[in-house]
């Protein structure tokens, strides 16, 4: 890969390990999509070379709400690994990031792979089972603003994850979705807000692999995106996400702001 690439890859790298936010990468070059995607690939290769395991991939963007919170209306993909999974239950440490934010998701568990061009009804004959999820969002560009290349250069800000428990699947189609801080609704939305059905957003994630030339892994893990805006956290907090149908999934917060 081009070395100009490899560098602002080892630059978000090291935002996301020293928790240090930098500035935005597209402010001193411009950055092309395939570079942000090219960008993306080389930090996570970084990752593995660590000890990282690839376990799936998360969707940003795909509902309206998210679009107009961050002010960017393309759908990008991030990649996920086992090291920034949480158990349902567990415990996140604030000061383990830079200015964290959690949104309410539905996570697919894949039994095949999948790549290319689908419809809804071949992207969920490769499905295993649903789940409610938390997607914790940490930017490590300055005041979490960015542009569509500097976002997705920086795994479209992939921090942390959590997955409620797994169930067969079962109609997404239009399941209201409550996001609670220690029992109060903070967000709320239906599933029909991601890209008007869960499904469309696996098939989105197919798509867009397939233009990286990736393919989506039997037993990985995709996040169809937030269903609404997302929330900053704050020390001290239990988060939820509560979906019709599909149960709860949530995390403590734990450590100083
Ligand atoms: C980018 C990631 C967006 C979602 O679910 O829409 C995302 C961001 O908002 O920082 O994860
Ligand atoms: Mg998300």
Redesign the pocket.
Known sequence: MNGGLESLAAVVDAAARSHCAIEQLSIRRDLSVADAYAIQHAAMERRIARGEMPVGV??????RE?AL??G?HDV?L?HLTDAMRLADGGRLELAAYIHP?I?P?IAFLLKRPLRGQLSEIEALAAVAAVAPAL?V?D?RYRD?K?ALAD?IADN???AAFVIGPWMPPLDLSDLAMAMEFDGQVVRAGSSSAILGHPLKALAAAARIADGLGETLQDGWIV?A??ATA?EPLRPGLTVRNVVSQLGSVSIRVGGAA
């Open positions: 998360k969707l940003g963007f795909t509902s998210k919170q961050m960017v990008i991030g934010r949104e998701e997607e969002i930017s979490f960015f976002v479209s800000s992939a996040m995106g937030a997302a």
